[in-house]
Nanobody, 115 residues
Framework: QVQLVESGGGTVQPGGSLTLSCTAS????????MGWYRQTPGEGREVVAR????????YYVDSVKGRFTISRDNGKNTVSLQMNNLKPEDTAVYYC????????WGQGTQVTVSR
């Protein structure tokens, strides 16, 4: 079966950094556009970053440009999100996402930016 499993969430102070990782199984990983989305209570899920199958980033939401970097390792079936200079408004549950013929979601990992 298909699984996307996130790790790396946690609590950091404003200005801090975190790296999220997602490991995929059950799919031909290199065929999938991978992404990170985030959601806060009562709000819709927002795409944060997406990366094509070959590893070239092609989208970041404006609010994270210059702070976040998405990358993938097709040999390890992983996609990562390096988050720098975190702000309180980055607080959300972050979800790994994969899309090709079907769409798959991870369970989510909490990122909290707070003093």
């Amino acid at each position: 079966q298909v699984q996307l499993v996130e790790s790396g969430g946690g609590t950091v102070q404003p200005g801090g950094s975190l790296t999220l990782s997602c490991t995929a199984s059950g799919i031909n990983f290199s065929e999938y556009v991978m992404g990170w989305y985030r959601q806060t209570p009562g709000e819709g899920r927002e795409v944060v970053a997406r990366i094509d199958g070959r590893g070239a980033a092609w989208y970041y939401v404006d609010s994270v440009k210059g702070r976040f970097t998405i990358s993938r390792d097709n040999g390890k079936n992983t996609v990562s999100l390096q988050m720098n200079n975190l702000k309180p408004e980055d607080t959300a549950v972050y979800y790994c996402h994969g899309e090709h013929l079907h769409t798959y979601w991870g369970q989510g990992t909490q990122v909290t930016v707070s003093r």
